[in-house]
């Protein structure tokens, strides 16, 4: 399990003790999806929220913000219930429109949440997420000597004892705070991003207010002009439960560390390297990345990497993020894909998603029922992902996903299948019949949506599918059981023989009524010369199916002796083509049965 993050400085040798990349590493034993998710989830399970440190000299320089702040709260209440008064959402609809001046009004506290919203699809529709957006331009800056002061608050060190140098102008500026260059004592170049001082304090003050007053204004009823409208209540709910991680920095430092020591453990793809003696909950501490986003190709060819090389490494990397690992980059823009050294390295895991084993299955049918035409299947996969409500009539879900395999029914293999685009689409035919989808699934279809931009703008030559198709193809051989099938197949032979054992009865039934006079039997013989065919064709498969499961089960009892020669394996080779003979025999005669039923 990845080491935790380090919660007192003295724990620092640890950290300087561990072997080089590449040296003294043993392979991570395999484990599944669910294992990887409890253990990323572990990491954050002991993080509780503790008061901020008020040093002196911060206190001295928050003084007017907290006098400020106390004196609003007074009257925060009467002031908050106003403003949503005064937005008319409760009769037309929460519109995204609405939402973005209703947090604007509320104050500087909502329009920082509504920038940190703004990111998260798998929460709000998209057309919030798009309006939300322009919450992020003109970000104000902190006071340098405010970020020195909460960084030696947080440490309870002076910035000279942690730092040789120190950029007091942030590299970025952000919603809940920004990021700074900095080189540690011993040589090390880093990068720390330190919180926004008292957010955190009134962002939760504020919540508890909200909850309180939005019963008040009642519940809003859907927007006429056909834009999306949400719940308040709801939305109030989703903004608290989401700032809440993205107010703890120790929960991305987890996020970083999961990756680096998990996903990203074979070292063809990397990212920083978390300091955990200066990462706390308002700070986080990381080397630094020298090197420029895969946006800016020419300065790539500059330094002397192949975009497509580049390209390669970030798909294949993303793509066993979600098929292996099941635990993903949720925002993979290419601001958050850097390169350095000719190495890619993946940045900012303050958003990431996971995808179950249950939703990769799900999935998987979905795929194999639209290649098949078989839309039960492929409702099975979409009732799997999502959670049906009394709107959903499956029956209509299954006329929409004929209408969808019409539109795939000349694909002929996954290479054919623009993955995304189906994704999404499913998402529209979930939405039309009321199944209500996790939010995980919805932040890996904008994931995919977004790693498919940075591929077409990097290296449009490199096929996006044709990557996730050979993964998929791995995938079900991996799921592949010869047991299980060669179960499933004796099963349907021990069915047929039973049919074929009642034969004899059925026929001495019906003679036998015959002759009491209790049947009769109008018989037009038109064709029977056909029909007499089929039916000697039908009794000679069944008897090569019965022969073929005669020799399948004596080759499974010459396995248990040790009749020579033997395979590399230690079984009897004789067994063995036995074994193959029967198992040949019954597929071949199935499959003549099945081709003459359609």
């Not at 003050?205 to 709801?234: N, R």
């Not at 703890?248 to 430092?253: H, M, N, P, Q, S």
Request: aromatic share 6%; hydrophobic share 40%; charged share 30%.
């Amino acid at each position: 399990m990845a080491n935790k993050i380090l919660k007192n400085p003295s724990e620092t040798e640890k950290v300087v003790q561990t072997p080089p990349e590449g040296e003294g590493q043993q392979p991570s034993p395999v484990r599944s999806k669910d294992e990887l998710q409890r253990e990323l989830s572990a990491m954050k399970a002991d993080f509780t929220h503790t008061p901020m440190k008020m040093t002196p000299e911060l206190e001295k320089l928050l003084a007017s913000d907290i006098k400020a702040e106390g004196k609003k709260e007074k009257k925060r209440g009467a002031q908050m219930l106003g403003v949503l008064a005064n937005h008319n959402f409760y009769a037309n609809g929460l519109t995204p429109e609405e939402l973005r001046t209703t947090l604007e009004d509320l104050g500087p506290t909502y329009v920082k949440i509504g920038q940190i919203m703004s990111s998260r699809v798998d929460l709000l529709p998209e057309s919030f997420c798009r309006e939300l957006e322009k919450l992020r331009q003109n970000v104000k800056e902190l006071d340098p000597a405010i970020v020195r002061a909460v960084i030696e608050a947080e440490t309870g060190k002076k910035i000279d004892e942690i730092y040789s140098e120190f950029r007091d102008k942030p590299i970025g500026s952000a919603s809940i705070g920004q990021v700074h260059y900095g080189v540690l004592r011993d040589g090390t170049r880093v990068v720390t991003k330190v919180q926004r001082p008292l957010i955190q304090e009134m962002m939760e003050k504020d919540f508890e207010l909200l909850k309180k007053l939005a019963p008040m204004v009642g519940g809003v009823a859907p927007a006429e002009d056909g834009e999306d409208a949400m719940d308040l209540v709801t939305i109030i709910n989703e903004f608290e439960k989401v700032t809440k991680e993205e107010l703890d920095f120790r929960i991305e430092a987890a996020n970083t560390k999961f990756f680096r020591d998990v996903v990203l453990e074979d070292g063809t793809v990397t990212c920083p390297r978390v300091i955990d003696e200066l990462t706390t909950e308002r700070i986080f501490t990381m080397t630094y990345v020298d090197g420029c986003s895969v946006s800016k190709k020419d300065r790539l060819a500059e330094n002397g990497t192949d975009p497509l090389t580049a390209g390669r490494d970030i798909l294949e990397s993303y793509v066993h993020q979600v098929f292996d690992v099941g635990i993903f980059h949720a925002d993979p823009h290419q601001g958050n894909i850097m390169v350095s050294g000719g190495k890619v390295h993946w940045i900012d895991f303050g958003m990431v998603g996971e995808i179950t084993e249950g939703d990769m299955n799900a999935l998987m049918d979905l795929v194999v029922g639209l290649l098949k035409g078989d839309t039960e299947e492929m409702a099975n996969g979409v009732m799997a992902i999502g959670t049906g409500s009394a709107g959903t009539d499956r029956n209509k879900l299954k006329e929409d996903l004929e209408a969808l395999y019409s539109k795939y029914m000349n694909v002929n293999s996954l290479n054919d299948i623009d993955f995304s685009g189906l994704l999404g689409e499913v998402c529209d035919l979930a939405d039309k019949h009321h199944i209500i989808l996790p939010g995980r699934y919805t932040m890996l279809v904008r994931s995919f949506l977004t790693i498919e931009g940075v591929m077409e703008q990097l290296c449009p030559e490199l096929n996006l599918f044709e990557v996730i198709s050979d993964k998929l193809m791995d995938r079900m051989k991996k799921s592949f059981s010869l047991e299980k099938e060669i179960l499933s197949l004796g099963q349907g032979v021990l069915d047929v023989g039973k049919k074929v054992s009642r034969i004899p009865q059925l026929i001495a039934d019906t003679l036998s009524d015959l002759m009491k006079g209790r049947m009769k039997i109008n018989l037009e013989l038109t064709g029977y010369q056909e029909l007499t065919k089929e039916l000697e064709n039908m009794i000679h498969d069944v008897i090569l199916v019965l022969v073929g499961c005669v020799l399948f089960s004596g080759g499974c009892r010459l396995c248990q002796t040790e009749i020579q020669p033997l395979t590399p394996n230690g079984m009897p080779l004789i067994a063995l083509i036995i074994l193959m003979a029967g198992l040949s025999l019954i597929i071949f005669a199935l499959k003549r049965i099945f081709r003459k039923k359609k």
